[in-house]
């Protein structure tokens, strides 16, 4: 019963927050940030242990493998957009692995901290599965790399639009590769409001990222 009732308590705010964002489309307003503000005003008003809620959604986070794989649909459709452009795309993930690794390990010894929060922020940009999976190889705390990855999907998510005002980014694939490889599957969600090609071309940078993310930790990690 409790299982169910955070499932069905976790999809019911989550909708709430679509609704709200549907209406006002303000960026700062993204569903999942309201989300986790709103489910953690009513775990703290009502008085609810985060361990008693968890119960249920830990299914929903154990779901979010399967899940991703239907980000493969915008994907497919734009496939031959996809192939014609697949070495710049290859560049602009390649690029983003890059800033996000090194932008990681600087800041990290910038402030002092050793080297399990480096393994815990190191796949800070890829979806919450794959991140999860990599911290444990490299001995990071899996708790912390949760936090940065939502972090990173939702700031993503939120600031990408004045990004691609600022930098007048016209090419959707290119907005899509920015956005895929920098804020994962949140950040997708945004890029399927951008239009087609945009979504394929972020899911394709998101599973690119998080492939090379993992080799890469394996390799050097």
């Not at 986070?61 to 980000?71: A, D, K, M, Q, R």
């Not at 001995?139 to 990173?152: C, N, R, W």
């Not at 939120?158 to 590769?177: E, N, Q, T």
């Amino acid at each position: 019963m409790t299982i169910v009732l955070s499932i069905v308590v976790t999809i019911a705010v989550y909708a709430l927050s679509r609704g709200i964002y549907s209406k006002f489309q303000w960026s700062l307003l993204n569903p999942i940030l309201l989300a986790i503000i709103l489910l953690i005003a009513m775990l703290l008003l009502v008085k609810i242990d985060y361990e008693f809620y968890n119960e249920g959604g830990k299914w929903i986070t154990y779901l979010l493998g399967p899940i991703v794989v239907f980000l493969a649909i915008p994907l497919y459709k734009q496939v031959d957009k996809i192939r014609a452009n697949f070495i710049p795309i290859m560049g602009g993930v390649m690029a983003g692995i890059i800033t996000s690794v090194v932008s990681v390990i600087a800041l990290c010894r910038l402030f002092g901290l050793d080297e399990t929060y480096i393994a815990s922020l190191y796949a800070k940009s890829i979806t919450t599965p794959l991140a999860i999976e990599v911290t444990k190889l490299t001995g990071g705390i899996e708790s912390l790399t949760i936090v940065a990855v939502i972090i990173t999907g939702i700031v993503g998510a939120s600031i990408a639009p004045m990004v691609i005002k600022v930098g007048r980014i016209k090419s959707d694939i290119a907005k899509g590769i920015g956005i895929g490889t920098a804020a994962h599957g949140i950040g997708t969600s945004k890029a399927i409001e951008i239009g087609p090609e945009a979504a394929g071309a972020s899911g394709l940078a998101m599973g690119l990222t998080g492939v090379i993310t993992v080799l890469l930790a394996a390799i050097f990690l």
